[in-house]
């Protein structure tokens, strides 16, 4: 720009010298308000830096202009694809520098924004919006990180690995240091090393192990989800509609209870209103295991049965392996641990122990019958015979055959062209007279022994 440029000049001398004194650069004054390098667009004045403005300017009105801004690019031709025009550091050889694109037709990338270059390259923007992108001239949340091609890693924390598993710092930390945060325990030996943790209250809540088993309340999960609490219920599931809590396993066990702190908690408990209050299934291995110092797995159902458990065996002499109570008739069914049953009792100190009255399963038979496995009386009435099972299969098996009626019932032992059984050496016992009666036994081999007949009444052979 000359001096005859802008005839309203109030320092016509207004001839700086860089500091370097490798070029020169006339500036002209207009009103003593604004300062135009390489324009004669004069909108705004540059920033001189303090000393210049107090002890070296060349002129009043370069002092006045320290208080006002520096303008790059005026004309707005920046289309975000470099540094320049901008603000550019050293020799614009090396490419560092801050700019903003401002070509609207066809829009610029990061439009009215900031980008910031190193060696040409954009490295960070800041959108007109106030996102942020490392790596990305477009973020569309507060703070983006994309990392180049090839590499999986776009945000890296702790680099120096002194994270020891026993705080969340270093680490991601959230508000303003009232110890919520995430983190990754990279030093050597450390717990749930190059595992994730989860803070809340500066206690460790949860964590996820490298291998990916999750634990709650522990750091070092021996399943794919682990839950330690000694307070609360370790796990507590309830559905309306559906089941509270399912575990399904291809090899190990679906749902696992432990309880060990107090002496006197179930490992596994249920509650239901219409369904099981504990409900297992497995193809080769229990289908619910609990062990416990009390009661390894204990069920409650209103008004249902309990469904069949396999339990381990507990190490206390008076422990009850399964228990199950019904608030229905409030029994209770116990399996000690000697495997003992107790059916309307709270102890068991017999192979099984009943509270209460029996029933089996009694046919009325009126032809000839066959009695199954499931068979423990027959009511015979009539000219019929009454076929024993197989006692070879039938180990133990006791059965009772009463006659109700005035003509003869024979009773009569397995027979088959292979095998032969026998009542006491006999093919056959026969029931003559009306309320004779018959008890066996089977030995589990080829013969049934008696047990009992009804007195005062004889039956022949």
Request: glycine share 12%; aromatic share 6%; with cysteine.
């Amino acid at each position: 720009m000359s001096d005859t440029d802008n005839p309203a000049l109030v320092c016509p001398e207004s001839t700086i010298e860089s500091a370097n004194r490798r070029n020169f650069v006339k500036t002209a004054a207009l009103g003593a308000i604004a300062v135009g390098i390489g324009s004669t667009l004069l909108a705004k004045a540059p920033v001189l830096p303090e000393s210049a403005a107090t002890s070296s300017c060349v002129c009043t009105a370069c002092c006045f202009l320290a208080a006002h801004n520096v303008v790059a690019d005026e004309f707005e031709t920046n289309n975000g694809t470099g540094p320049n025009p901008g603000f550019l550091f050293a020799r614009t050889v090396y490419g560092e520098g801050i700019s903003s694109a401002r070509v609207s037709c066809p829009p610029s990338p990061n439009l009215n924004g900031l980008d910031f270059y190193t060696g040409y390259i954009k490295r960070m923007s800041i959108t007109n919006g106030g996102n942020v992108g490392i790596g990305t001239c477009s973020p569309t949340n507060a703070l983006c990180v994309v990392g180049s091609s090839g590499v999986s890693d776009s945000l890296y924390v702790d680099t120096s690995r002194s994270n020891n598993g026993s705080c969340w710092s270093p680490g991601l930390n959230f508000g303003g240091g009232g110890g919520e945060g995430l983190s990754s325990a990279r030093a050597c030996g450390s717990p749930n090393q190059y595992g994730l943790d989860f803070y809340t209250s500066k206690a460790k809540r949860m964590s996820i192990t490298n291998a990916g088993q999750v634990g709650i309340g522990t750091e070092n999960p021996s399943s794919a989800l682990s839950v330690i609490n000694c307070c609360l219920d370790a796990v507590s599931g309830n559905s309306r509609y559906g089941t509270g809590v399912v575990g399904i396993s291809c090899t190990g066990i679906g749902v696992k209870g432990e309880s060990c702190t107090d002496g006197c908690s179930p490992g596994v408990c249920g509650f239901s209103f219409n369904g099981p209050g504990v409900a297992g299934r497995s193809l080769g291995s229990p289908g619910v295991l609990g062990s416990s110092y009390l009661i390894g797995v204990k069920g409650l159902a209103l008004c249902r049965a309990a469904v069949p458990i396999v339990a381990q065996a507990a190490p206390c002499q008076t422990a009850n392996l399964i228990q199950f109570e019904k608030s229905c008739t409030t029994a209770l069914t116990v399996v000690n641990k000697c495997g003992w049953l107790g059916i309307g009792a709270s102890s068991v100190p017999t192979t099984l122990t009943v509270g209460g009255s029996l029933s089996a399963k009694t046919v009325t038979a009126t032809s000839n019958y066959k009695m199954g496995s499931s068979d423990f009386a027959v009511l015979a009435s009539g000219t019929i015979t009454v076929t024993l099972p197989k006692a070879s299969t039938a180990n133990g098996m006791i059965v009772f055959i009463k006659n109700i009626s005035t003509a003869a019932v024979t009773v009569k032992a397995f027979k088959s062209a292979s095998e032969t059984d026998t009542i006491e050496s006999a093919a056959t016992k026969k029931l003559t007279k009306q309320y004779d009666s018959l008890q066996l036994i089977s030995n589990g081999t080829n013969e049934w022994f008696v047990l009992g007949n009804s007195i005062g009444s004889a039956f022949t052979s």
